[in-house]
């Protein structure tokens, strides 16, 4: 696998993180890619780093310019930058919303955009877009975070149709609650934990979110499950993994008569 070159979006933190630490410790030649530069003192990834910020095109064209004038090749993507954005719907300002999915969304759109070419001409290529449960699943107070991997799920099933004839594989990891610093680096619409028409219960939601975030076990699993899917001949298109009870409810959304299954979604999370 030394010769295989990934690109990991999102590597400075929780699951870019650790797939991008296992895959260099399983020989591949990982390429991390994060916003920031390192902070002095910060401990040193065994993986190589670039500097590439998803919201931006040219960042992005620099970055795998970049990753393609030092390798000659990108095996495959990992597309993992991303963050939540917390708030009631009614009360996340447009702004807000835009720059949850500049990330999200657009900022997986993007690089795949980017690495596709390359990839069509070698006519072999794997991209592996980090989706949520919360992408089959509606999460209250998360409406807009729900929103991007929604739009993530939609834009990768399709996509997997239109690359397989040139060689490509695409495939949606779907997590449930992992603990990394996606508790810490949730962001909240302005204003939103003041709204007298919300406050109280958004807060109460937010809370079961993060005890189950802080209980979870970090994100191996799904480091391991990326692994998986890059050695695969032939892999699917999406691969759950998480807590049972997170893993069953996007099927209960279907066998499970619709007041049932909005009430307990509500009950979940105390609303």
């Not at 810490?184 to 028409?197: E, T």
Request: proline content about 5%.
């Amino acid at each position: 696998m030394s010769e295989e070159v990934v690109l990991i979006t999102g590597a400075s933190s929780g699951i870019g993180r650790a797939c991008a630490r296992l895959l260099h410790g399983a020989g591949y030649r990982v390429r991390g890619a994060s916003r920031g530069r390192q902070a002095a003192g910060q401990e040193r990834e065994p993986f190589e780093t670039i500097q590439m910020d998803v919201d931006s095109d040219a960042s992005v064209v620099a970055g795998v310019g970049l990753v393609l004038e030092r390798e000659g090749r990108i095996d495959a993507l990992i597309n993992c930058a991303g963050y939540a954005l917390a708030g009631p719907a009614e009360e996340t300002s447009i702004a807000e919303v835009r720059a949850q999915l500049e990330t999200n969304f657009f900022g997986s759109l993007r690089t795949a955009n980017a690495v596709l070419p390359h990839m069509r001409e070698r006519r072999r290529g794997r991209i592996i877009n980090m989706g949520s449960i919360a992408g089959l699943v509606a999460v209250p107070f998360h409406a807009f975070y729900s929103a991007s991997k929604f739009a993530l799920e939609g834009w990768t099933e399709a996509l997997r149709s239109e690359v397989r004839a040139h060689g490509i594989h695409v495939s949606l990891i779907e997590p449930g609650d992992y603990r990394t610093g996606f508790s810490d680096n949730r962001r909240f619409a302005a204003g939103s934990k003041q709204s007298k028409a919300y406050g109280e219960v958004m807060n109460r939601a937010v809370e079961v979110m993060y005890r189950s975030e802080q209980a979870a076990p970090p994100p191996d699993e799904i480091a391991r499950l990326a692994l998986r899917i890059l050695r695969a001949r032939s892999p699917g298109l999406r691969y759950f993994c998480g807590p049972w009870l997170q893993r069953i409810t996007p099927p209960l959304r279907w066998l499970l008569p619709a007041s049932l299954y909005e009430w307990s979604i509500r009950a979940y999370y105390k609303m």
